[in-house]
């Protein structure tokens, strides 16, 4: 499997480096500009997390540094969920 990926990941164009890259950056700029967990359906976000992982995987060494960016990411804004959880399970009492 992982010499399937490296095979894919190789036979990538510039051009779809590019876009994939873009595409990760784009993602990035919206998670980190983002205060609170965005999604409404937490399948949505691991749906998100699973696209993110496999196009990073893709570009490689490249592709681990934006991962630990995105990961931080879904860390502060999960976070939030749960913080956010709590005051509401709060107000209720």
């Given at each position: 499997?992982?010499?399937?990926?490296?095979?894919?990941?190789?036979?990538?164009?510039?051009?779809?480096?590019?876009?994939?890259?873009?595409?990760?950056?784009?993602?990035?700029?919206?998670?980190?500009?983002?205060?609170?967990?965005?999604?409404?359906?937490?399948?949505?976000?691991?749906?998100?997390?699973?696209?993110?992982?496999?196009?990073?995987?893709?570009?490689?060494?490249?592709?681990v540094l934006l991962w630990h960016?995105?990961?931080?990411?879904?860390?502060?804004?999960?976070?939030?969920?749960?913080?956010?959880?709590?005051?509401?399970?709060?107000?209720?009492?």
């Amino acid at each position: 499997m992982f010499a399937q990926d490296d095979a894919e990941r190789n036979t990538l164009s510039q051009s779809e480096r590019v876009a994939i890259r873009s595409r990760l950056e784009t993602t990035l700029a919206k998670l980190e500009a983002t205060a609170i967990f965005p999604w409404r359906d937490p399948l949505d976000a691991v749906h998100e997390e699973n696209r993110f992982q496999r196009d990073s995987e893709m570009l490689g060494e490249e592709g681990v540094l934006l991962w630990h960016r995105f990961d931080t990411e879904m860390d502060r804004l999960h976070a939030t969920r749960f913080s956010s959880d709590l005051r509401s399970a709060g107000s209720t009492n």
